[in-house]
């Protein structure tokens, strides 16, 4: 492990994406995304993601400086072309849309298509409750799920979250795939030598496994709920919902359509959907706030089934870690991730990130 | 097992709810919306159901014959007070509110507080879906999901519905409970002496259990995902989102605060919350009912794991189970249900249902 100030990994970011030609404040928007995701203990969609946007840019797949544009729009709707620009642009652009067309009618509603890996859902649902909304993003991905039955997979691990603020600075935060698990999860007991659940993974006879080296060879991701018998086939519905409103609605590449999950920017443009809706609380019940606060806590105060895990409510290990992170002002990150990232800034020519401690 | 022409049971319903003083209108409708259940294959949410309507009603708990009035109105969005009518009426109107705000700003966000269980919930999103629309319905329900890591319930099974019309008379139909599964599955393994899968539902020592006796007395579900291995804590989420959207938006009661599920009547009025929303697909890219359909087919077509288990589109069993209702112009029940039916019939003195067949 390796701890670097989190300032200091803003800046590699951000000097990385400069470096292949975005403009300052597409990369400064790019950084902040995967920043948060390191800080909310989310390292899958962090700083791990850069080489990813930045080898979508180097080989043309993504053209981070183009302007999204409106193409259709309604009182409450909008429907935009991302025109392939970093995942943090587009949703910037699709979330403030749908934050204003709440503040006017009650509720926004955007689909955006062409666009790239948006990072962290829940970053998106939470700017709009940073403004008293309601908030929720989603977006499709490759396909990684294998829907009930299936011996291949045909979904991404579309993730939904709904971020709603509470009274007491509590807030209600849900950010999850559709998937049982991320394939991040699988690596991790690949690693560790450690044999996996039942209900994360199949190999690749279709057939459920424990091994996760065939797990993580595979890549064939079970839907939340596992299989049939303990109701997978209503993550597989809620994949497919999701796909729904990002791909099916926009127009994007949805589905087994979308590219294959690559690191190399090769298959061309993602293309990719994204959906952002806000909704305003206080057209509705006054007291929105309060009861939210009053569930969040009594959740908490819950009697755990084993004394030394309290129950927690949706968030709470994120911001758990976001807490721990800001107290130090830094983020730490495992041996192969430092030394990517030291790789990274020879290659782009860029001032590597000063590591604290480790290495 | 029993068969009873559908006409019939329509016919039984609305009588029993005619006989305890509801007025035609809200008798159909209800009527329509327990048939559509049995016809579904969700024989859990049809004429099972009944009895508790009408305790409902005798007790006072329910108004059938009030009117539900808008508090609050937006461009998008609406605060209804169903002022305690049966869910069907309430339902009605909600959905049919979010239909005509769709129409006009292209998305309907309509809460609604002090209803009644309003039963299937894809029935509501079929109501827009039907008119072109992405259709959904969410409500609230009596506790009975234990929170990760809880022992006790803290919220309802509280459904997930999403309805939406694909091109070629397909549609998209996900109507999903947020816990792993409904108490009546458990009862079933129970009725045939059978265990049941883990991450089903927890014993009294909120530990999971697979001894359906136990699980059934305890009457405490576990969330979609099962345990926190298998990222039970997402269901759990979905759960806490649904009641975001319905009681915790609306003011009516909200998680652990709603009454305690109950045959009888007692607790006083149910004051449910619900939510219910439409969004036009026109207002995005066009193609979307074509997209739907490629995407549905393509599932179908997916290679299955067992050559004899073929894949199922999100609605496929629902749709099978029609077909085969409206086929016969029959709907089957098991014997208890017959007989129960028969002694409502009498306390009622209501023409009994005509049996065609068993008993």
């Given at each position: 492990?390796?701890?670097?100030?989190?300032a200091?990994?803003?800046?590699?970011?951000?000097d990385?994406l400069r470096?292949?030609?975005t403009?300052?404040k597409?990369?400064?928007?790019?950084a902040?995304?995967?920043i948060?995701?390191?800080?909310?203990?989310?390292p899958s969609?962090?700083?791990?993601?850069?080489?990813?946007?930045v080898?979508?840019?180097?080989k043309g797949?993504?053209q981070?400086?183009?302007?999204?544009?409106?193409?259709?729009?309604?009182?409450?709707?909008?429907?935009?072309?991302?025109?392939?620009v970093?995942?943090?642009?587009?949703?910037?652009?699709?979330?403030?849309?749908?934050?204003?067309?709440?503040?006017?009618?009650?509720?926004?509603?955007?689909?955006?298509k062409g666009?790239?890996h948006?990072?962290?859902?829940?970053?998106?649902?939470?700017?709009?409750?940073?403004k008293?909304f309601?908030?929720m993003?989603?977006?499709?991905?490759?396909p990684?799920?294998?829907?009930t039955?299936?011996?291949?997979?045909?979904?991404?691990?579309?993730?939904?979250?709904?971020?709603?603020?509470g009274?007491q600075g509590?807030?209600?935060?849900?950010?999850?795939?559709?998937t049982?698990?991320?394939v991040?999860?699988?690596?991790?007991?690949?690693?560790?030598?450690e044999p996996i659940?039942?209900g994360?993974?199949?190999?690749?006879?279709?057939?459920?496994?424990?091994?996760?080296q065939?797990?993580?060879d595979?890549?064939?991701?079970?839907?939340l709920?596992?299989?049939?018998q303990?109701?997978?086939y209503?993550?597989?519905?809620?994949?497919a919902?999701?796909?729904?409103f990002?791909?099916?609605s926009?127009?994007?590449?949805?589905?087994?359509?979308?590219?294959?999950?690559s690191?190399?920017?090769?298959g061309?443009?993602a293309?990719?959907?994204?959906?952002?809706?806000?909704?305003?609380p206080?057209?509705?019940?006054?007291?929105?706030?309060?009861?939210?606060?009053?569930?969040?806590?009594h959740?908490r105060?819950?009697e755990?089934?084993?004394?030394?895990?309290?129950v927690?409510a949706?968030?709470?290990?994120?911001?758990?870690n976001?807490?721990?992170?800001d107290?130090n002002?830094?983020?730490?990150?495992?041996?192969?991730?430092?030394?990517?990232?030291a790789?990274?800034?020879?290659?782009?020519?860029?001032?590597?990130m000063n590591v604290?401690?480790?290495?």
């Amino acid at each position: 492990m390796g701890k670097v100030a989190t300032a200091e990994v803003v800046r590699f970011m951000t000097d990385c994406l400069r470096a292949v030609g975005t403009s300052e404040k597409a990369a400064v928007q790019q950084a902040d995304l995967l920043i948060q995701a390191d800080r909310l203990g989310h390292p899958s969609h962090g700083l791990n993601r850069l080489e990813l946007y930045v080898n979508d840019i180097v080989k043309g797949a993504c053209q981070p400086n183009n302007e999204p544009k409106v193409l259709k729009e309604s009182a409450s709707t909008a429907w935009v072309d991302a025109n392939n620009v970093l995942g943090a642009t587009a949703s910037h652009f699709g979330m403030d849309l749908a934050i204003k067309k709440a503040r006017d009618t009650g509720v926004g509603w955007v689909t955006v298509k062409g666009s790239n890996h948006n990072g962290m859902a829940g970053y998106w649902a939470k700017k709009a409750a940073d403004k008293g909304f309601i908030g929720m993003a989603f977006t499709n991905t490759s396909p990684l799920l294998a829907p009930t039955r299936s011996k291949q997979p045909a979904l991404g691990t579309n993730p939904i979250s709904v971020v709603a603020p509470g009274s007491q600075g509590e807030s209600f935060y849900l950010d999850m795939a559709t998937t049982a698990v991320a394939v991040g999860k699988i690596e991790m007991q690949m690693r560790k030598g450690e044999p996996i659940p039942s209900g994360w993974a199949q190999g690749p006879d279709g057939k459920e496994t424990t091994d996760s080296q065939i797990a993580f060879d595979t890549s064939c991701l079970m839907p939340l709920g596992g299989g049939e018998q303990t109701s997978g086939y209503k993550g597989f519905g809620l994949s497919a919902m999701v796909d729904l409103f990002c791909g099916i609605s926009s127009g994007s590449n949805y589905g087994h359509h979308v590219r294959a999950w690559s690191h190399s920017g090769d298959g061309g443009p993602a293309n990719l959907g994204h959906c952002f809706v806000a909704v305003d609380p206080q057209r509705f019940a006054p007291g929105f706030r309060d009861r939210l606060t009053d569930s969040i806590q009594h959740w908490r105060q819950l009697e755990p089934t084993n004394p030394s895990l309290p129950v927690l409510a949706p968030g709470d290990k994120e911001k758990l870690n976001a807490r721990i992170a800001d107290a130090n002002g830094t983020v730490s990150y495992v041996k192969q991730q430092i030394e990517s990232s030291a790789a990274l800034a020879k290659r782009l020519n860029v001032k590597p990130m000063n590591v604290i401690q480790g290495q």
